[in-house]
């Protein structure tokens, strides 16, 4: 049980294009869901915090236009990067979260802007 | 505001040999504490996880951490491992403000050799 995908597990575009990416809660509902960013060799840096039929509220120097969340069900939240450029590679990890202090986790989605 | 120190960024260890994994926090709130465990090319899976109580914790393929309020730290330990116990290991912190946001250790790798 609780099982999270994500889609697609790997994506390259071309530089000025925008990008989405699906996380899904598969047999769970997530009231809250959680996108993170993680750079090799790092840690998973939060980017937001999205809550199903409200806006997503973004971390601090993270560009709320630039990277769209939706979060539309309780089983699907979107990120879209939107005019991606080389420095927006990156490896995007979702979360969702049934209850309080309860994630988990997608697979992650590397994306890799050319 | 939290932060998470994870003192060694590689283990190696034999089989069958004890491993202690440390984490220290620092943080102005009271916290619950977390460890995640994450296989190549996968999502982060939890390991376990401190909200209250009994300050020993166990948790899924044998793992056990300690709170210590004193020394603000979680440290992991397995008192055998295996070699599937290779993975990257990560500790997490969220306040008990109710804002569930997770802060990140920047991980350790745990390598099992035979």
């Known amino acids: 049980g609780a099982v999270v995908s994500q889609h697609p597990s790997w994506v390259i575009c071309k530089s000025g294009t925008s990008v989405k990416i699906e996380c899904r809660s598969l047999d769970f509902q997530a009231t809250t869901m959680f996108w993170y960013r993680q750079f090799p060799k790092q840690s998973l840096m939060l980017m937001a915090t999205?809550?199903?039929?409200?806006?997503?509220?973004?971390e601090q120097g993270v560009e709320k236009d630039k990277f769209l969340i939706n979060h539309a069900s309780l089983t699907l939240s979107t990120l879209t990067v939107t005019s991606a450029h080389p420095e927006d590679s990156s490896f995007y990890i979702c979360?969702?979260?049934?209850?309080?202090?309860?994630?988990?986790f997608g697979p992650g989605t590397r994306l890799t802007v050319t | 505001a939290q932060s998470v120190t994870q003192l060694d960024s590689q283990v190696p260890v034999f089989e069958e040999a004890p491993v202690e994994l440390r984490c220290n926090y620092s943080?102005?709130?009271?916290?619950?504490l977390f460890w995640y465990v994450q296989y190549p090319n996968q999502g982060l899976q939890l390991l376990l996880k401190?909200?209250?109580?009994?300050?020993l914790v166990k948790g899924i393929n044998g793992f056990e951490a300690e709170f210590n309020k004193s020394q603000t730290s979680f440290h992991l330990r397995k008192p055998s491992v295996h070699i599937s116990d290779t993975a990257e290991y990560f500790c997490a912190v969220s306040d008990q403000g109710g804002s569930e946001k997770l802060v990140f250790g920047k991980g350790t790798k745990l390598t099992v050799n035979p």
């Open positions: 943080s102005s709130v009271s916290v619950y």
């Open positions: 401190y909200l209250s109580g009994s300050t």
């Open positions: 999205s809550n199903e039929g409200s806006k997503a509220t973004y």
């Open positions: 979360s969702a979260s049934p209850q309080k202090y309860e994630q988990y």
